[in-house]
């Protein structure tokens, strides 16, 4: 009932706006179609390159279309995106698109590539990399398509760069919100523009109770019994067990040649790791800083070059809640990163621009220490990996070359070599169960060839070929998964119409894939790195805007991914086959309104296969389509800096559902998020 009210209320907000527009336009962005074209993006070749100019398809939004829509986090702006689906692990934030979820992104703030994730011996989450103040961002770009030939190894299915330091985009703002589920933020931002620089300072907190619901609801009869036979004192609910409590700062300043930056992110908050809690749930807690510094340098009027160092560090800890009433333990992962990156580049040299650059990396303090309390009894799980320190070197080059002045080629290789290493494993703490593992040196060569075909200023045609490579999550198995992309795109410009269609096949190589093997009567898991995965699919990504004052975007995807390994091939698990989007907004007076349409189509869940038949077995049923509908109402009075925000995820309460995965297996799926209106107040100045 209290959901129904709170769905009717954001619903008659909406409705008393829409049908209450005064004449007077209200202006919603400060750039037009061909402006966002000409806008500058250096995280597709780490040079200034235009839309025009990049093969990839790629979306950019603005601090304009994040007011307007009034997004309460990044996460939700990411569910927006054309193209982009996601799946909540509970312990994970997974980003899905092109048929596959949860391969890599190289994900960038400020240009620079956050700290990585899949190192082997450890099982570290991505979702440090999402806690950022959604109120600190100034521009993302969000580039489709393998990019490892510019940022390397695990840059997979593409890169996301997260501006946050445009001194000019807003010299200073407060905000504050508060909303259902117990949320509530707070966010403060300084800065100033100096006359050979700027700083800016984002400081950001926010608070939600989670995801919540009867575990009951998405249990099978089968599994319900086994819980209740196996763990009788168990928490049937998961209301309190999946709460969020994140800390951001990040500050950036520049001057002259020199620039310096520092991240730290703090993020606290609760899992459900295969079993179910007992008291308030298992929590978790994730820090992450980041520090680097980087000076440019003009060596001629053409070339120009750039030298940066990067220091980072991602600690994990958690204490479980789950097994039995009293148990306690501990279990801790991190690892540190030390980088440097020499770059060049060459604007007008024979007529093209050019990119090269080599790229060192170490990884070292790579450790995963395990000890919980698994019974009653006292008994104990202990475990402990350490690695020795992982180095690579990398060199690489891109070109952009205009052979006319309608075709221009676009060329780039990397060949990265890393270095052998030492895995060492004590289980249990004693000697007899401890072993290492040496992991031979290898090399990892990415490449890049694509076409940009200029029909005349309102038609373009671009087909690439790219390839790519990222580590698996295992940590016996050292072969990387490789993936060859091609995609085929036609873009229009003209006027008030912006349309982007694309064809795009995938075909990804030494994929993970878990075996069931019968040994003495039980079911016995083995995981081999032979998997092969086809992807085929096309988008489409239409913008409107006639006027100033008014906007319509409309994106569609239709894709499948097949398990070609397989003797007969199946659908993989968390792979949407459609997905579409709209979201319109207009202004008037002093008021914005705006709202979002999401629909991602049904997914099956992960599975095992048996090692005799090949058959499959998934590690649950279907989960249904969702729906998706949200608001925003912004009023901010003409010439004044205060405003204030009515904002509605959800709002028609659809029932959010993900399948089921290793850590969270419930037969019928897992509650995504629910329905959350929220109000906020800020003050720019």
């Known amino acids: 009932m209290v959901m129904q009210r709170t769905s009717q209320f954001a619903i008659g907000i909406c409705a008393a706006c829409l049908f209450s527009v005064p004449a007077q336009a209200r202006e ?20 200034e390159d235009t839309l025009a100019d990049i093969p990839n398809s790629v979306t950019i939004v603005q601090r304009d279309d994040i007011a307007l829509m009034g997004y309460d986090s990044l996460a939700e702006l990411l569910m927006n995106l054309p193209g982009v689906y996601h799946i909540d692990s509970y312990e994970d934030f997974l980003i899905g698109m092109r048929g596959v979820v949860g391969g890599s992104f190289a994900f960038l703030i400020n240009g620079v590539q956050q700290h990585p994730s899949r190192i082997k011996g450890l099982t570290l989450p991505d979702r440090s990399r999402i806690n950022i103040p959604i109120d600190s961002i ?23 760069n997260v501006i946050t330091n445009d001194a000019g985009s807003a010299n200073g703002k407060v905000v504050g919100a508060y ?89 606290r908050y609760g899992f459900y790791p295969v079993v179910p809690a007992h008291r308030l749930g298992t929590k978790l807690k994730l820090t992450n800083w980041d520090v680097h510094a980087q000076y440019d340098y ?13 220091f980072s560090e991602l600690n994990y800890h958690t ?44 990884l070292s303090s790579i450790e995963s220490d395990v000890d919980i309390q698994i019974s009653a009894d006292g008994a104990r799980y202990r475990d402990l990996r350490q690695s ?51 992991v031979d040196s290898r090399d990892d060569r990415a490449a890049k060839l694509a076409t940009i075909f200029k029909l005349n200023d309102a038609h373009s045609i671009r087909l690439s070929y790219s390839t790519g490579t990222q580590d698996n999550r295992s940590w016996i198995l050292f072969e990387p998964e490789k993936i060859t992309s091609l995609e085929a795109s036609y873009t229009y410009l003209q006027g008030a119409w912006s349309i982007n269609s694309a064809f795009f096949w995938n075909e990804t190589e030494n994929l993970l894939r878990t075996f069931q093997t019968v040994v003495s009567g039980r079911f016995v898991p083995s995981l081999v790195n032979d998997g092969e995965w086809s992807t085929q699919g096309a988008e489409l990504i239409v913008k409107y805007r006639p006027k100033s004052a008014f906007f319509a975007d409309f994106s569609t995807v239709v894709q499948r991914t097949k398990d070609e390994a397989l003797a007969e091939s199946v659908d993989i698990g968390n792979s949407p086959h459609v997905i579409l989007k709209l979201q319109s ?76 995965n290793e850590l969270v297996n419930f037969q019928y799926g897992s509650y995504g998020p629910e329905q959350r209106v929220s109000v906020g107040v800020g003050v720019d100045f």
Do not use: C
């Open 179 to 267: 909303g259902g589920n117990g949320y509530n933020k707070g966010f403060l931002r300084l800065s100033k523009e100096l006359e050979e620089g700027e700083v800016v300072f984002n400081l950001g907190a926010d608070r939600t109770y989670g995801i919540g619901g009867s575990i009951d609801d998405l249990t099978s009869p089968e599994q319900q019994d086994a819980l209740e036979a196996n763990y009788p004192q168990y928490n049937h609910d998961l209301d309190g067990t999946l709460n969020q409590d994140n800390a951001n700062l990040d500050i950036s300043a520049r001057r002259s040649n020199f620039t310096v930056g520092a991240r730290y992110s703090d993020m």
């Open 138 to 160: 100034d521009r993302i770009e969000f580039v489709r398509g393998p990019s490892s030939v510019i940022y390397g190894n695990n840059a997979f299915l593409g890169s996301i």
């Open 585 to 660: 907004g207009y202004g008037f007076s002093d008021w914005r309104i705006s709202g979002s349409m999401i629909y991602v189509d049904e997914m099956l869940a992960d599975y095992q296969i048996d090692s005799d038949d090949q058959s499959v077995y998934r590690k649950g049923d279907k989960v249904d389509g969702y729906f998706l509908l949200n608001a925003n109402i912004r009023y901010q009075k003409s010439g004044e800096k205060w405003y204030l925000n009515f904002h509605a995820f959800n709002f028609l309460n659809d029932d959010i559902r993900y399948p089921a």
């Open 319 to 362: 204490e479980p809640d789950f097994t039995t009433v009293d148990n306690e333990g501990y279990q801790k992962q991190g690892s540190k990163r030390y980088e440097i990156e020499g770059l060049l580049r060459a604007h007008g040299w024979l007529g093209a621009r050019w990119v090269g650059g080599i790229n060192y990396r170490q």
């Open 388 to 438: 020795s320190d992982v180095d690579s070197v990398s060199g690489f080059a891109n070109v952009n070359f205009p052979l006319t002045q309608s075709v221009t080629l676009v060329a780039g290789y990397r060949l990265s070599s890393i270095s052998n290493y030492q895995l060492r494993v004590r289980e249990n703490r004693t000697s007899a169960l401890s072993y290492e593992v040496d």
């Open 298 to 310: 003009t060596l001629s009027e053409v070339v120009e070059g750039s030298l940066t160092g990067i």
């Open 28 to 47: 919603l962005f400060e750039l037009s179609l061909k402006d966002l074209m000409d806008t500058p993006i250096t995280s597709a070749s780490k040079s």
